[in-house]
């Protein structure tokens, strides 16, 4: 008679007693996962791990990189040193290119002093030719 009237049965006790417990944990999910979200501490922390790991990995990446472009350059310097005449100790002899440039090295720069009586010189120069224009007019 109740299906006729147009209401539902009523439903068994066992079966909302589990209704009850299937909400109860997703509630319970919804709350652990709002509270996560909540959590700025944590939120901050595995934000901190993440980019120390993102930079580990561009650190390594770059080094493996400039280790790489060592070893090439090394190589040519090698290559282009080989056909260069040296002495027996090892040393560039005077008619190879490392002897030039060894040279150019090894001079001293100019001192101070020098650079310092040559602007002298040269500011006196150019007063003494701007005097003499300025008498002709």
Known sequence: ?????????KPDVD????????????????VQALAAKADVK?????????TKQRIRAQ???????VRE?????????????????????????SGSPAF?????????PIPLTAMLVAAAAVVGVVGVILVVRGRRR
């Open 59 to 65: 650190t390594a990446e770059a080094t493996g990189r």
């Open 69 to 93: 472009a060592a070893h090439a350059a090394t190589d040519r310097v090698r290559h282009m040193t080989a056909s260069f005449p040296t002495a027996p100790d090892g040393t560039p002899t």
């Open 15 to 30: 079966r909302l007693r589990a209704d009850i417990k299937l909400t109860r944990a997703e509630l319970g999910e919804t």
């Open 100 to 108: 030039a440039e060894a040279g150019a090295v090894r001079r001293p």
């Open 1 to 9: 008679m109740a299906e006729k009237n147009g209401s539902r049965p």
């Open 42 to 50: 944590a939120r901050a922390k595995a934000e901190v791990e993440q």
